[in-house]
């Protein structure tokens, strides 16, 4: 059964960072696609952030996010870290991470755990 674990979430202030991490279980990295969501009650979910390490590590990133974050994948350990820099307020959000067998795009996630949350005050 495959399980993710999503943490790291918290409160800074802008321009500040933070590393959420997405534990897994269930299935390996070397076979499945890691992305990071995030979602604002009352708008639509938004892929941030993906990685597949089976298609030679592709990355996908948001226009949004180019250049502050960056993701990455710890193949021995199952996790997924996502490191947040120079954050910004409308980077507040729900963040989760979903798993799917390979593909590095923002599509076709089947596989969610729970939210992480994060908030930059200004």
């Known amino acids: 059964e495959v399980q993710l674990q999503a943490s790291g979430g918290g409160s800074v202030q802008a321009g500040g960072s933070l590393r959420l991490s997405c534990a897994g279980s269930?299935?390996?990295?070397?076979?499945?696609?890691i992305g990071w969501f995030r979602q604002v009650p009352g708008k639509e979910r938004e892929g941030v952030s993906c990685i597949s390490v089976a298609d030679d590590s592709a990355t996908y990133y948001a226009d949004s996010v180019k250049g502050r974050f960056s993701i990455s994948g710890d193949n021995f350990k199952n996790i997924v870290y996502l490191q947040m820099n120079s954050l910004k307020p409308e980077d507040t959000a729900v963040y989760y991470c979903?798993?799917?067998?390979?593909?590095?795009?923002?599509?076709?996630?089947?596989?969610w755990g729970p939210g992480t949350q994060v908030t930059v005050s200004s």
């Open positions: 269930g299935f390996t990295l070397d076979d499945y696609a």
């Open positions: 979903a798993a799917k067998f390979r593909g590095s795009d923002r599509t076709g996630y089947n596989y």
